[in-house]
């Protein structure tokens, strides 16, 4: 597992060294660093929160076929083909990019867990010790405030998830909303400030771009209903 890892946190270990000898300061490095890999997984993750708008409107539909053929799982199987036929949808579509997206989440964390696991340049085994801002070591753990950081934009993560999900996985999901943001917390207390700074900033950046996507869709939703009336009236 740690050499499949280190295919990605080592890459990503050489963008944040360089990134480094431009700006002169590991805190702000790890700011870009995120900035610049959640720009280049923006075209998946939108992918990702468009399936899970298109699963939520086809819903009502699949719970029908679900209870009416309850006890003829291969007229069901088969209806549900014809349904996702129909609507042009892909139940596999979110999982892709899902799965591209965690090894590098994975290797990022790794490599903010053990810097110089990952980077041997010689600037960066005193870089990884910078102060930035309140924390004097971003090596050390931050007891409070980038921890609380990193468990609350969590849990706005998770609420604007779950606002864009079907009910059924919002049931299943409605637990981890709080239990996950309060195991981050206790990680962010043990782990590097460094790794906590870049899962708040992340979660941030997340929230902003979920919450435009979220408005584009609305937008599209609405012309297409609009569109749809307007047909019905000729």
Known sequence: MNTFIGIFAGPIGSLLAYIYGFVNNYGLSIILLTVIVRICMLPLYSKQIKSSAAMAEIQPKLKEIQARYANDKETMNKKLQELYAKEKFNPMSGCLPLLVQMPIIMGLFSLLRNPLEY????????????????????????????????????????????????????????????????????????????????????????IVQTYFLNKQKAKQRLRVEVEQTLKKKK
Do not use: C
Request: glycine residues 8%.
């Open 119 to 206: 980077m041997s340049q010689p600037e960066m085994v005193v870089a990884v010790h910078e102060a930035f801002l309140w924390v004097p070591d971003l090596s050390q753990p931050d007891n409070w405030i980038l921890p609380i950081a990193a468990g609350l934009s969590t849990f706005f993560t998770y609420s604007q998830t779950m606002g864009s999900t079907p009910s059924d996985a919002n049931n299943m999901m409605s637990g981890m909303k709080y239990f996950f943001p309060i195991m981050i917390f206790m990680m962010g207390r043990t782990f590097p400030s460094g790794l906590a700074l870049y899962w708040a900033v992340g979660n941030g950046l997340m």
